[in-house]
């Protein structure tokens, strides 16, 4: 892939997918702005790659349209957006308290839409633009044990496809990666059992292809979908998950 002279503003971007995503877009010739409120990660992936860290959180929508008006003052343009941040809450909807639930519906849900929607309005005046969202299988599946979760991406999936309508005719193309089971520290958080070799073999065994995703192997399809390579596609939710949907 050949990223030279773009920038894209990628959340989540200090850990996990989001930093896979900066590594290869980097390693591209992309100019990246990472996005994310864990501020020593965040500094650790931008010297080693050479990304700009902006620190905030993604649910405070005056931060999102601070992230986007700097990008385009410092660079001049913003070309893609890469929203990977977000966070699981793994409980029962009956266990769920109102906290948790409003946690992940201001991260998952809100929180992209307010990237997406600073986003949109600087690339109707530039003419141009990508966004891809993460989506998971979790958001057209239902999983037990992650009920707000599942909520959170559907709304995910189908505000993608809503705004992709929204701007079809604007060039500006909007997408989901929807991943499967990933090996990030998001796989291994909030589990109310210890995370041991058995419980990361029980977990590869749910995959038909027998393993997890080195999260580079999502970050490479995210990436394509944001190119130009990937002009006729808006509105797609691709899973990339080794066949999990496939049953
Ligand atoms: N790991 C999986 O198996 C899996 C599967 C499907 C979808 N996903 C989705 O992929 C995306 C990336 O997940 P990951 O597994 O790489 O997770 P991760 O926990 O490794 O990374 C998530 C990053 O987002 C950041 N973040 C969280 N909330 C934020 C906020 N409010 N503002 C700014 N930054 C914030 C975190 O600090 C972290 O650096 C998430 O949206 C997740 O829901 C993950």
Avoid at 108 to 118: E, I, K
Avoid at 154 to 177: E, K, P, S
Avoid at 223 to 238: E, K, N, P, Q
């Amino acid at each position: 892939m050949d990223f030279a002279g773009k920038v894209a503003i990628i959340t989540g971007g200090a850990s996990g997918m989001g930093a896979a995503t900066v590594r290869l877009f980097t390693e591209a010739g992309g100019q990246a702005v990472l996005v994310d409120r864990n501020e020593k990660l965040a500094q650790q992936v931008a010297a080693e790659t050479g990304a700009i860290p902006m620190i905030g959180d993604v649910s405070d929508s005056a931060f999102c349209n601070q992230v986007i008006a700097e990008t385009v003052e410092k660079f001049g343009r913003l070309d893609i957006v890469i929203n990977a941040a977000g966070i699981i809450v793994r409980a029962k909807g009956a266990d769920t308290t109102d906290e948790e639930w409003h946690r992940i519906m201001n991260v998952n849900v809100s929180g992209l839409f307010f990237m997406c929607r600073a986003a949109i309005r600087q690339m109707l005046q530039q003419g141009h633009g990508s966004i891809v969202n993460f989506g998971s299988i979790w958001g057209d599946l239902g999983a037990a044990g992650v009920a707000a979760y599942c909520a959170s991406k559907g709304a995910v999936h189908n505000l993608t496809r809503a705004l992709a309508l929204d701007h079809a005719q604007d060039n500006i193309r909007i997408n989901a990666v929807c991943p499967g089971e990933v090996n990030t520290p998001m796989i291994q958080s909030e589990r109310n059992e210890p995370v041991t070799p058995e419980l990361m073999a029980r977990l590869a065994s749910t995959v038909p292809v027998g393993r997890l995703a080195d999260p580079a192997e999502i970050a490479r399809v995210a990436l394509f979908i944001a190119s130009d390579d990937a002009s006729y596609m808006t509105g797609s939710l691709v899973n990339v998950d080794a066949g999990f949907t496939a049953r």
